[in-house]
């Protein structure tokens, strides 16, 4: 060996003097777009998954996180990131449909374990949680999925404004299938929906256009499609995931699409009930609205005989007799109704149950099941309001259904911010309109504009049909001269609940005004009349707070032979009455095979 | 660029043109005439610079877009230049002699994508898949993740909920399917 060998491995010590050419930690910052680590503001992320759903390398899992609760629009659980499978491809942040998730430009992450290499964005404190750089959703007109939802066909105000005719027209096949789009199947709308329907399901069943799969999914948790998806006051919508950065889905409008296009001829062989078992347990149901009808069809399905008793002299109770024409006709209620009493449930019409025929109905029957609902329209009880034109807005859209004709006068004045004072306010336009050719209803509200109970479109269509909706005044007082109503005295309503929360409305004396009007109708909520309970009865029945009867998960009342449901219950809403028939006839089902 | 590009387009027959940016612009050309076009573009237009060249796969059209990109050095002025050849039996008429680096170009597409370019130097050696036995990667019917999970150790992932599931188990369990399913 030469000395030149010997003295070669020496030589690389002189490297140590020389300036390195690798990086040094802290390596280089990353460019200001640059993708790096994730970051999720947790307030705003609402835990719908759709990160997790477009991951291509399964990165994202969803999982609960301290300190978050699952509540309607939320399920409580946040993206946990692994980083031994991201490839920070951005998607998840391009995709969030809250924009709640992106990414630091942070780059640099050292540790031994590889499976320490994952955790919660925003859960999991970590050094570039407040750092500005990074990837996030660009913004606007950046989206994955349509953000305005397929606009409805209507007809336009000067056109409907003096006729009953339904004027939503409904969406064509193209547009469905354009809607149904838009959805990100998250399901979040599933747990605030009251019947829990499948709503993400019955959606991909109409973007497949597969209506039979859709119409099977509907009456899984809801017979009575063609008229909530007319009238359901979608509270799913209000949750709709879509709905933070735009329009939320149009779901109602999209469940009348399913139930639109199937005949009525089609159901049974469609919903697999051509031959249906038949017991001999019998139960008698009190009152044709959705409660009853909907249980009834469930307890069909479950082997039993079902008889509703009905005061007057068609099926579907508040949905037929409180809700307008325009908004409901009268051939869809039918063809709900039909399709239920062709599984052996019996109608009986114009049978008024008093406590003499409710004690029969005890011994007759095995299970009674009341869904009488809210028919007792509540007084403002101001001055003046025992008028004889001082009406009940209930007893108004009732006597319209049944064809009788109501004292329409040039100028009404409603009180109430509910969907109910809509309804009147536009049937009584629509009467005022054919009668003198021009509109001249006023409806106030305790409520401010912004709080008022009745759906934006009810308020918006009201106004657009002529009527003028003037919330925030309390009523003080009718000005009568001469036996004649003149007007409603009404003042300022600053708030309506105290701070404790309880109903005690705020008004401000000095500001004041008056509507003119021949008639007043009043809407400011309903009470239920349960008359027909014996008295010795009402004795054994426990009831909660504000009167109502106390019922348990089942519906079923302390007197275990006697269940309830409705708006008696819980709602008041169609979709409420519909989801307590059917978990009460799962209760009475119970009830029946324990007997 | 508007003038050169109109006065190319009836002899080259190019279709959608693009003005993407002031210095930036797209336009798509025939297989047949892609050559020429460049050829002219370099020689005549003074886009003298090759930029890149890239693929992308349309496997719902079956379709590969190739891109060229060329840079004129005096206006500073990029041009796209795409071409849509057929996915099957997918092969190009290699552009090596006008600038000899597009043939590092084209080895790679042939590796990734499977698209031929006969006569390009070494087009079929590997450029970094040295040993690869299956189809190019970068096609879309290519299983990135069945690859993954039949060639490396296998990790498992974290258990993840379905928010609609967790819900329904937090919030209302229970429900009307399962009831009926039990009773039939």
Known sequence: ?595 | MKQVLEKLSASFEIEDIVYQRDDLTFLSAKKENLINLITHLRDIEGFSHFVLLSCVDWIEDDKFQLTYFLNKPEEKYDLGIRCMIDRKEASMDSAHHLWKQIATYQREIKEMFGVDFPGSPGVDEPFILEGWDNIPPMRRDFDTKQYSADTFFPRERPKTNDPKEYMKEQMHPGEWGEYRKEKK
């Not at chain 1, 980083?83 to 391009?94: I, K, N, Q």
């Not at chain 1, 536009?426 to 309109?433: C, D, M, T, V």
């Not at chain 1, 003028?468 to 005295?489: F, Q, R, V």
């Open chain 1, 1 to 595: 060996m030469s000395l030149k060998d010997t003295l070669i491995p020496f030589k690389a010590w002189g490297n140590l003097v020389k300036k390195p050419v690798t990086l040094k930690d802290p390596m280089r910052e990353g460019a200001p777009r640059y993708r790096g680590f994730h970051k999720n503001d947790v307030d705003t992320c609402i835990g719908c998954g759709s990160c997790e759903a477009i991951c291509e390398n399964e990165a994202i899992v969803m999982v609960p996180a301290e300190g978050i609760e699952t509540k309607d629009g939320d399920s409580g659980l946040r993206p946990l990131v692994d980083y031994g499978r991201c490839c920070w491809c951005g998607l998840c942040v391009d995709v969030c449909t809250t924009g709640s998730l992106s990414l630091s430009n942070e780059h640099t992450w050292i540790c031994e374990d590889p499976e320490e290499l994952k955790y919660i964005p925003g859960i999991d404190k970590k050094p570039w949680d407040e750092k500005e750089e990074g990837w996030k959703k660009p913004v606007p007109n950046y989206h994955f999925y349509g953000q305005e939802r397929v606009s409805m066909e209507e007809m336009e105000a000067e056109e409907r404004g003096d006729s009953f005719i339904e004027f939503v027209k409904g969406y064509s096949k193209e547009q469905a299938q354009k809607e149904a789009d838009r959805c990100v199947e998250c399901g979040i709308c599933v747990a605030t929906c009251p019947a829990h329907m499948g709503i993400p399901e019955y959606i991909k069943a109409i973007r497949n256009d597969d209506i039979e799969e859709g119409m099977r999914v509907l009456y899984e948790t809801n017979p009575l499609p063609e008229i909530c998806g007319r009238i359901c006051t979608h509270k799913c919508e209000d949750v709709c995931s879509v709905g933070h950065e735009g329009d939320p889905l149009s779901i109602r409008w999209l469940k009348r699409y399913i139930a639109d296009q199937v005949p009525s001829d089609k159901y049974k062989e469609i919903l697999d009930t051509q031959k249906i078992y038949k017991g001999d347990k019998k139960i008698a149901l009190i009152g044709a609205g959705p409660a009853s009808l909907s249980a009834a069809y469930y307890l069909s399905l479950l082997g039993h005989n079902c008889t509703i008793f009905e005061k007057l002299d068609k099926a579907g109770g508040m949905m037929r007799y409180g809700i307008p024409e325009y908004r409901l006709p009268y051939d869809q209620i039918d063809k709900d109704v039909k399709y239920i009493e062709s599984l052996g449930t019996e109608i009986i019409y114009n049978t008024n149950v008093d406590a003499a025929k409710f004690m029969e109905l005890k011994e007759n029957y095995d299970v009674v099941y009341v869904g009488t609902g809210l028919h007792l329209g509540r007084s403002t009880a101001i001055p003046g309001s025992d008028h004889e034109h001082v009406f009940q807005s209930i007893d108004l859209l009732r006597e319209i259904t049944e064809g009788k004709e109501i004292m329409v006068p040039e100028k009404v004045v409603v009180i109430g911010g509910g969907n109910v004072a809509m309804d009147i306010t536009r049937s009584i336009a629509r009467l005022q309109k054919i009668k003198y050719g021009k509109v001249g209803v006023i409806t106030t509200s305790l409520e401010k504009e912004e709080v008022m109970p009745a759906d934006r479109e009810e308020v918006v269509e009201a106004r657009e049909e002529g009527s003028i909706i003037n919330p925030g005044w309390g009523p003080k007082s009718i000005e009568i001269e001469d036996g004649k109503i003149k007007g409603l005295h009404v003042v300022r309503c600053l708030s309506i609940f105290d701070e404790t929360g309880r109903f005690n409305p705020s008004l401000d004396e000095d500001d004041k005004n008056f509507f003119e009007a021949d008639m007043i109708v009043e809407s400011i909520g309903q009470g239920m009349d349960i008359s027909y309970l014996p008295e010795e009865l009402k004795e054994k029945i426990e009831f909660g707070p504000r009167g109502r009867i106390n019922v348990d998960d089942y519906f079923q009342t302390s007197l275990d032979w006697l269940f309830a449901g409705g708006d008696m219950i819980q709602g008041p809403d169609v979709i409420h009455g519909i989801a307590n028939g059917h978990k009460a006839a799962i209760g009475i089902d119970n009830f029946l095979n324990k007997k």
